[in-house]
């Protein structure tokens, strides 16, 4: 846990303070938003009558997002670069693949 104590009553350099209550008023209500988060989430599952429909219902949105983000991946944009640039796309998109991977693997977390 954080310790705010130092910084709440240091008189002396005000700004430390006005830190210090910003950062205990943020802390907080960060703190307990999970449990809020939570509620809300089990008060719209108890609200759902048939939970199966709204399942598929979700899965074939998740396949719509997806299949859209590929055809703007896959298609779109390198038509874009075909008609601007005049160079083949996927000879570019093969040349900075290495690039693409390395930032893919050094993503922390």
Do not use: K, W
Not at 8 to 29: A, D, H, K, T, W
Not at 47 to 52: C, K
């Amino acid at each position: 846990m954080y310790s705010y104590d130092f910084v709440m009553f240091n008189l002396v350099q005000p700004e430390l303070l006005l830190l210090g209550i910003v950062r205990y008023s943020i802390f907080y209500p960060y703190r307990y938003s999970p449990l809020g988060i939570m509620s809300l989430i089990c008060s719209a599952l108890l609200d759902i009558e048939d939970l199966g429909r709204a399942v598929v219902s979700v899965g074939l949105l998740m396949v719509i997002v997806v299949t859209g983000c590929l055809l703007h991946q896959f298609v779109v944009l390198p038509a874009l670069m075909a008609i601007i640039c005049r160079r083949n796309p996927y000879t570019y998109f093969i040349g900075i693949f290495d690039g693409y991977l390395a930032g893919i693997a050094s993503l922390s977390r």
